[in-house]
């Protein structure tokens, strides 16, 4: 939880920094509480991604979040209209056409569901695979770092 | 070197209605400010408008502006445009492009034969041409390199990393920059002292903007947040809707999105509804929009100054932008005026606290506008200016 104290308004003002500080470190903590994996924060981060690929530890909860929405819904959902001239009309129109395509869209997305999953699974098997090799890497390093310690003293 | 007396300012495209960006504004408004000190200004500009097309749209010719004298050059209009686009398209993806290619580009972009026969034949004290990725620029540079000083709007962008840019970079006299993090940057890509260089900015000033006025006119009971300038990808725009298309729908709150400026807005078919799309509207207009909002949303990472950032905080409004943004970030922190997110979670976190904390939305939008009205005020920005265009930087001193 964040520190109320931080919200404290002094001669200076408000100490912006420390209050950025506070929240990253709230939002990581709710990050490992599973606050936050949402497949439509997956979506919304698609143009952040470039910005977010040397954030170690975000790129982890990325692919929690990618997890969630590789499988798309293709259920029926609320058809809406934003235009308020022939609003009822519009809609009655896009239901029709709903009814029309979706025996054969059906098909085509849950094989897209199908691709989905396929890629998720084949991207975190890869990252899984490079976390493992580089940890071992890390080890042996390490060991060779203290046989040659060893040797030299 | 003897004081400016006699000043051309250059840069492609002239602000006559506020219909161009952000560089265009900032050299117009320093010209204006020299001529305001009796100076002899003339603005060198093309007869374009359009910065995807360059068409020769108005006519060429001479006008008085403000007290300074603009002339309007036409575009060449032998260029190889298909040449043009196929090199910066693949500039633009970081891909390989040589240095005969790079010229070829810069022959290729925007320039003017007679604008740069006028430079050649008049004698002016000062060159002041910006911003620095057009071939125009280029070839100021080339004609009086030792006169000019470059305003360079640069952000770290492959434009940047040309190896012909190192050229411009390292020629002219020096930089008018407009922030510290873009001094830094250009630092880091060029060989530069800082002797060759000033922070100086724009000056702006405190518009009269009642916060309930843009609620009440457009009969909003909800709270809302702003954001104003180009509607694009390289501006964060699309981002901006995905995040407030989901913080609607993680917290249940209605927050509206108040966009002004131009150009497509790209959004989530579900926050179409809950967007107010103003367009281009006056300087009054878009100060009563940002006074109300909860919040002025900045999501662009290329930013060399980012006025709008400062005309929000003047208005009392404090700002969210991306923490990927140096220039952004350093504003938000030196001012206490704004929070930075680098995630959605984050952004969240800060636009919820916003509109729970009113105490702290009212002190950030005060330290926001207390800084901007420290540091951006034109008796500042104005003794920045002439001190460095009339006691010019020595050359000697490079690196």
């Not at chain 2, 131009?262 to 509207?281: C, K, Q, R």
Request: charged fraction near 25%.
């Amino acid at each position: 939880m964040m520190n109320d104290s931080l919200f404290q308004i002094g001669a200076e003002g408000i100490d912006t920094a420390r209050v950025v500080g506070e929240i990253q470190k709230s939002v990581e903590e709710k990050i490992r509480d599973g606050i936050y994996p949402d497949p439509e924060i997956a979506r919304a981060e698609r143009h952040n991604l470039k910005n977010l690929q040397t954030q170690d530890a975000f790129m982890d909860y990325y692919m929690n979040c990618l997890r969630q929405a590789a499988y798309i819904d293709i259920n029926a959902f609320e058809i809406r209209e934003r235009r308020s001239f022939f609003a009822p009309a519009l809609i009655a129109l896009k239901k029709v056409i709903w009814k029309l395509l979706v025996f054969y869209t059906y098909r085509l997305w849950s094989q897209q569901n199908q691709v989905n999953g396929l890629l998720v699974a084949a991207v975190d098997g890869m990252d899984r695979k490079n976390v493992r090799k580089i940890q071992e890497l890390e080890a042996r390093v390490a060991a060779l770092e203290a046989a040659k310690d060893a040797n030299r003293s | 070197m003897s004081r400016a007396d006699r000043i051309a300012f250059v840069c492609p495209r002239f602000n006559d209605e506020g219909t161009v960006g952000g560089a265009e504004n900032l050299l117009k408004e320093l010209a204006l400010r020299a001529a305001l000190n009796g100076r002899d200004v003339h603005f060198l500009t093309t007869c374009a408008v359009n910065h995807f097309t360059w068409a020769n749209e108005k006519p060429a010719g001479i006008r008085e502006v403000g007290g300074m004298t603009v002339h309007e050059f036409e575009v060449d209009e032998d260029r190889d445009l298909e040449q043009f686009i196929d090199i910066q398209g693949r500039m633009s993806q970081g891909g390989d492009v040589s240095v005969d290619e790079e010229q070829t580009w810069l022959d290729n972009n925007v320039n003017s034969r007679t604008l740069v026969n006028h430079l050649r034949e008049s004698s002016y004290d000062r060159v002041v041409v910006g911003p620095y990725l057009f071939g125009l620029t280029w070839q100021v540079q080339q004609v009086l390199p030792e006169k000019t000083y470059l305003v360079p709007c640069l952000h770290d962008e492959p434009f940047a990393w040309l190896r012909v840019m190192k050229r411009l970079f390292e020629q002219v006299r020096g930089f008018l920059f407009n922030s510290e993090p873009e001094r830094r940057l250009t630092q880091r890509l060029f060989d530069i002292s800082t002797a060759r260089t000033a922070v100086v900015g724009l000056g702006l000033e405190s518009p009269d903007a009642d916060p309930s006025a843009f609620s009440r006119d457009h009969g909003l009971q909800t709270p809302y947040v702003v954001y104003a300038g180009r509607r694009e990808p390289l501006k964060g725009t699309p981002m901006l809707t995905d995040y407030v298309d989901v913080f609607r729908r993680r917290t249940g709150r209605d927050v509206k999105l108040v966009f002004t400026g131009s150009g497509e807005i790209e959004a989530p078919t579900s926050l179409y509804p809950h967007i107010i799309d103003l367009g281009f509207v006056s300087d009054q207009k878009k100060a009563e929009a940002m006074a109300g909002a909860t919040a002025f949303i900045h999501p662009s990472v290329n930013e060399s100054l980012s006025i709008v950032l400062l005309e929000a905080w003047l208005t009392g409004t404090p700002c969210l932008v991306t923490a990927f943004s140096d220039v952004m970030r350093y504003q938000c922190e030196q001012s206490g005026g704004g929070l930075w997110f680098r995630s959605y979670p984050e952004f969240e976190e800060q636009l919820t606290l916003l509109l729970d904390r009113p105490e702290l939305r009212l002190e950030l939008g005060r330290s926001g506008r207390a800084f901007v009205e420290r540091e951006y005020n034109w008796s500042v920005v104005a003794r920045k200016l002439f001190h460095a265009l009339d006691e010019p930087f020595d050359v000697s001193s490079n690196s």
